[in-house]
């Protein structure tokens, strides 16, 4: 697995327009077809255009990995009808107030890391959905867990300020090593500027050398 620096929008925040697995990465319609394919190549999957709620911050407002997707109630039908079409995955739209799905949940194919401010049925359909095992907690006193830790099958990079033993829960459930990390020189929402199955690493432009020795340290080794 290779560590590549990537912008989308001529900007770092990788993680909030786009949203990848093992299979297929989803960008925003009117992305340029030649950086599309790109980054395809970098990550080892097929491509798609789509949008979610008719906006470009598709990563900011689903969840996906392996087995399945959700989506916001706010999405349109023809959206959760081109993932039915397109991917081969579970598709799901989840009836909460939060329509950030991307920010709330952190989800890998073992477990899923979601946000106290979901409800127990929330949390049943994302389980149901993704086939994971879910637990609520905060991380670092955020609510929004998805915006704070990512993770593939192998790793994780968290929250700097992440408390060890909540670490300790989440390697548990997702069977991962979790690695404290920033990204694009500082910024604490991990999320933001990561894009990571398991073929591969894509960070924001402006991640640092020590950052990206944290993240070897969780996904690579």
Not at 7 to 17: F, H, M, T
Not at 129 to 144: D, H, M, P, S, T
Not at 172 to 177: F, M, Q, R, S
Request: aromatic content about 6%; some cysteine.
């Amino acid at each position: 697995m290779d560590i590549i620096k990537y912008d989308v929008y001529r900007g770092p925040n990788i993680g909030v327009y786009t949203k990848v697995n093992d299979s297929v990465i989803l960008l925003p319609m009117g992305y340029a077809q030649s950086k599309a394919e790109k980054l395809a190549k970098y990550l080892g999957v097929e491509y798609r255009f789509m949008s979610i709620a008719n906006t470009r911050l598709i990563g900011a407002l689903c969840v996906m990995n392996n087995k399945g997707i959700l989506i916001p109630k706010t999405a349109y039908q023809d959206e959760f009808d081109f993932l039915k079409n397109e991917t081969d995955l579970e598709v799901g739209v989840l009836d909460s107030k939060l329509s950030a799905l991307g920010n709330v949940i952190c989800t890998n194919d073992k477990g899923a890391v979601v946000s106290p401010w979901l409800s127990p049925q929330d949390c049943k359909n994302i389980s149901d959905v993704l086939g994971v095992e879910v637990i609520q907690k905060k991380i670092a006193g955020f609510n929004q867990t998805g915006a704070v830790m990512v993770a593939n099958n192998s790793g994780a990079a968290i929250h700097p300020e992440a408390d060890e033993e909540d670490m300790k829960t989440f390697s548990n459930l997702l069977g991962v090593k979790i690695e404290q990390c920033s990204i694009n020189n500082g910024i604490p929402y991990v999320a933001s500027g990561i894009l990571v199955n398991n073929h591969s690493l894509v960070v924001g432009s402006l991640t640092t050398g020590p950052e990206i020795m944290m993240l070897t340290r969780a996904f690579l080794n």
